[in-house]
DNA sequence: CGATAATTTGATGTGGCTCAACCTACGTGG
DNA sequence: CCACGTAGGTTGAGCCACATCAAATTATCG
C-alpha cells in the first residue's frame, strides 16, 4: 500500500491544479530530495537578495513573501506565498536571487538542496518538467502583477489582489469560496498593491460599501465573489486551478 | 573543426549572460532541435491568449513583445524581446500561454517544436536546466516590471525600461552603450511604463531636458548612463548579463 | 502629394499621496 | 488588574502627479 498523502510533507505541491498531477512516484521522490524540516518566526528573513543559494524552499504552512525595496527602503512586494508553494525553487537555475525572501507569519518549511534537484533533472525528466512547470506558475502570476499595477485603477488592484489569493487558497483546500484566514497587514497588502496604507485602508471600505468583500482580524469574507471578479478584471486562468 | 557561431540560428542564445555557456555539443543539439525558420511581418499577431501551443519561438532577430490587454482593450505590455531571446519557451512546460504574443518590427523566427524539447529534457539535462534558466531571467524581469510600475514615479519607470532593454542589448551586441535601435513608438513604450502616451512624451522631454538620454527616429541615445541608471533605480544585476 | 500615423503642446480635472492626528487592540511589566 | 507602550487601523485636509480631452504639428509612406 502507497503511504496516504496526509502524512506526507509536501502533498499541497501542486494540489487543486489541473493537468497532470504528479504521479506517487514522482512524489515519493521529490518527498525524499527533502533535506531539513524547518520551522521559521513570523516576520523573518530567510533569503537576502544576491547571496548564493544551494537549497530552495518548500513551505508547508504559513505565509511567505518576495519583495524589492526602492531606494527609501519601501518595499514591493512582488509574490505572496501560500501552502504548496515552492517558495525560491527559482534560485535552482539561477544559484543567486534578484529580491528578499521573509516570512509574514510563523512557517513550517521543507529545504530540498540543489544537488538532489539535479539528481533529478538527470533521471526524472517528467518530475523535472513539474518542477519547472510550477516556476513558471509564478512567471504567469508575475504578468498578472504587472497588469494589475500597470492597467487597474486602486479599488480593482485591491479586488484583483484578494481574488487571486482566494483562488491559490483554495487549490490548496484553505478557502471555501466564502472566507479565509489572511494574516497580512494593511501595510502588507499596500506594499502588494503598489499604494500607500491610508489610500488601501480606504479602498477596503469602498469594497465594503459596495457589498463586495471586508476583511477584520485578518479574516476575509467575500460577499459577492462573481461581482469583485468583474471589478477588478480577475480571469483564473493564469492559475490553473481546476474548477474556475 | 567546428561550424563557426556565426552561421549558426541560435548563436545569440543566452549570449552575454555570464554563468556557464551552453557547450558547443549543446548548441548544436539546440540547432537541430528548430522546425522550421519564419519571417514574420511587423505588427502582427503570433500567439494569442489561451490556444495551446506545440512549439516554442525563438527569436532570431527583430523586435517583439507579450501583453494582456484589459475591459476596454489597453495594452500593458509585459515584456518586450530581442534577438537571442526564446520567446515563448514558458508554453513548454504550461501548454497554453496566459497572453498575447505579437511582434513589433518584422521578425525572423526559429520554430522548436514541443516534442523536441521532451527529447532533451529526457536526454541533456544540463541543456535543460539552461532552458529553465532563460524562462526564470524572464520571470527575474517581471519581477523588476512590478517593482517599476509599483514603486517608481513615472520618470524613472521610463528611464528604468530603457536602462533595462539597453543591457538586453548590449548583452547581444545590439547596443554599444551609447546608442542603438529601437523601433518603438511612443505609445508602445507607454504600453511598457503604464502610462498615457501624453505622459510618456512628456517624460521624454524631462529626461532629454535632465541630459540624460534622448530617442528620435527610433534611435536611443544615451547621454550619462551613471545619472540614468541612478535616477530609475536600475541595477543591472537580475540580468545577469557580462560586465555590468 | 495626399493620407495616415506619430509626436507635441495646452488646458483642465482627479485619483491617490502626504502629513498629521486620533483611535483601537493587544501585550508587557509593575 | 491596571498603566502604559506599541503596532495597526481610521479619518481629514490639502496638494501634486498624472490622466483626460482637444488640437496642432511633424514624420512616414504608398
Redesign the pocket.
Same mark, same amino acid.
Given at each position: 500500500m502507497s503511504i496516504p498523502q496526509s502524512s506526507m510533507l509536501l502533498s499541497d505541491f501542486l494540489r487543486g491544479r489541473g493537468r497532470e498531477r504528479l504521479s506517487l512516484d514522482d512524489r515519493e521522490i521529490l518527498e525524499a530530495a527533502v533535506g531539513e524540516v524547518k520551522e521559521l518566526k513570523a +516576520?523573518s528573513t530567510l533569503i537576502e537578495k544576491g547571496e548564493p543559494v544551494h537549497f530552495s524552499t518548500y513551505l508547508i504552512e504559513g505565509f511567505m513573501c518576495r519583495y524589492m525595496d526602492d531606494r527609501d527602503g519601501d518595499r514591493q512586494l512582488v509574490a505572496v506565498h501560500v501552502a504548496g508553494d515552492f517558495v525560491d525553487l527559482h534560485g535552482y537555475p539561477l544559484k543567486r536571487l534578484d529580491h528578499d525572501i521573509a516570512t509574514i507569519t510563523a512557517c513550517k518549511v521543507a529545504l530540498v538542496p540543489h544537488s538532489r534537484i539535479d539528481k533529478i533533472m538527470e533521471e526524472k525528466p517528467t518530475l523535472a518538467k513539474q518542477l519547472w512547470f510550477s516556476t513558471l506558475l509564478d512567471a504567469a502570476m508575475h504578468r498578472e502583477w504587472i497588469f494589475r499595477l500597470g492597467r487597474?485603477?486602486?479599488?480593482s /488592484?485591491v479586488g484583483h489582489f484578494f481574488c487571486e489569493i482566494e483562488a491559490k487558497l483554495r487549490a490548496v483546500g484553505r478557502s471555501d469560496g466564502q472566507s479565509f484566514h489572511l494574516p %497580512?497587514?494593511?501595510?502588507?497588502?499596500a506594499e502588494a498593491c503598489? %499604494?500607500?496604507?491610508?489610500?488601501?485602508? /480606504? %479602498?477596503? /471600505?469602498e469594497l465594503k460599501e459596495r457589498g463586495l468583500m471586508s476583511i477584520?482580524? +485578518?479574516k476575509v469574507s467575500i460577499r459577492d465573489m462573481a461581482a469583485l471578479r468583474k471589478l477588478s478584471e480577475f480571469d483564473p486562468s493564469y492559475l490553473f486551478v481546476e474548477g474556475n
Open positions: +516576520r487597474l485603477e486602486a479599488v /488592484r %497580512m497587514t494593511q501595510s502588507d497588502l503598489g %499604494m500607500t496604507p491610508v489610500h488601501l485602508n /480606504r %479602498m477596503l /471600505r477584520t482580524a +485578518r
